[in-house]
């Protein structure tokens, strides 16, 4: 039984893409601060109920669905199978011998695309950010990382791999991101429990 994601002769197999103990551990505080997300979106639609869908709660319900997300992907190693199928298709297509060029553009794409969806997010939500700033930190150090591990930032993996004692950089912007979300969400709720 084939318990880890990996890709063999070009296929991707299902599984666990990283088994090690800091893959289980950030993927545990993906749940977890996805927990603590969705139980102060519950909140702040009770504390707003005239208007459900506030900028409150929009923030908090797809922080709580973008965490549980990267949580899953985080060990079903999705990426790997998206590049393998990519890989597939250009050369069924015929397009294989340009798909360095094909991949720069999608790069490029998904990159312009983030930070669109960033600023608009960050424009309509301008009001509230006051009050969840750590969020914001938590959303670009996970923007961060998410970004440089892109297969073609190459000097950039690179750094990503560099290693200090147990730390290495991945871990520290991913789960530096989690953390401040994570907090911040218990912060806010305490805050909204005692206020009653």
Known sequence: ????AVIVNNQWKPGIGDPSFIGWFTFTAYFLA???CF???LRT???SSRNRYNQHSLLWWSLVIALLLLGLNKQL???SWLMM???EFARTQGW???RLTIHMWLITGIITAVFALFLLAARAM???WQKYWLVLFGVMFLATYLVTRAPSFHHVAHMLHWQREIFRMNWILELAGIVCIGVSATINLRKSLTSR
Request: hydrophobic share 35%.
């Open 85 to 87: 199928t990519g890989k």
């Open 39 to 41: 139980f102060y979106a």
């Open 1 to 4: 039984m084939q318990i880890l």
């Open 34 to 36: 996805s927990a603590c």
């Open 45 to 47: 639609r009770r504390l």
């Open 126 to 128: 301008r009001n509230i």
């Open 96 to 98: 294989y011998q340009q």
């Open 77 to 79: 190693d999705l990426q």
